[in-house]
């Protein structure tokens, strides 16, 4: 009895990972071209809702920024 509910459970583990899709919870990706006059506030609070610090500590962490400096031309991922 044992060994029919774990060989069940294992075939429902295996149903479930190939069954499994990605729920697109994160989104997609936008890459931004850096404008004149741009911070990564301004840059922020145009492309996200609620607090901005956040936002900038995430576009700062995604492009591997180490201080919050952008400059014209530059491409920024914003996740």
């Known amino acids: 009895m044992f060994v029919r509910f774990v060989v069940l459970l ?11 899709r990605p729920s697109g919870a ?3 990706r936008v890459a931004y071209r850096v404008k004149a006059h ?6 922020a ?4 809702a609620g607090d901005v610090r956040g936002a900038v500590w995430r576009i700062q962490r995604t492009n591997g920024l180490r201080d919050p400096t952008v400059h014209p031309g530059q491409t920024l991922v914003l996740p």
Request: aromatic share 12%; charged share 10%; hydrophobic share 50%.
């Open 45 to 48: 609070s145009s492309h996200y």
């Open 26 to 28: 994160h989104g997609e």
């Open 10 to 20: 294992g075939l429902a583990l295996v149903l479930w990972t190939v069954a499994a």
């Open 38 to 43: 741009d911070t990564l506030w301004t840059i």
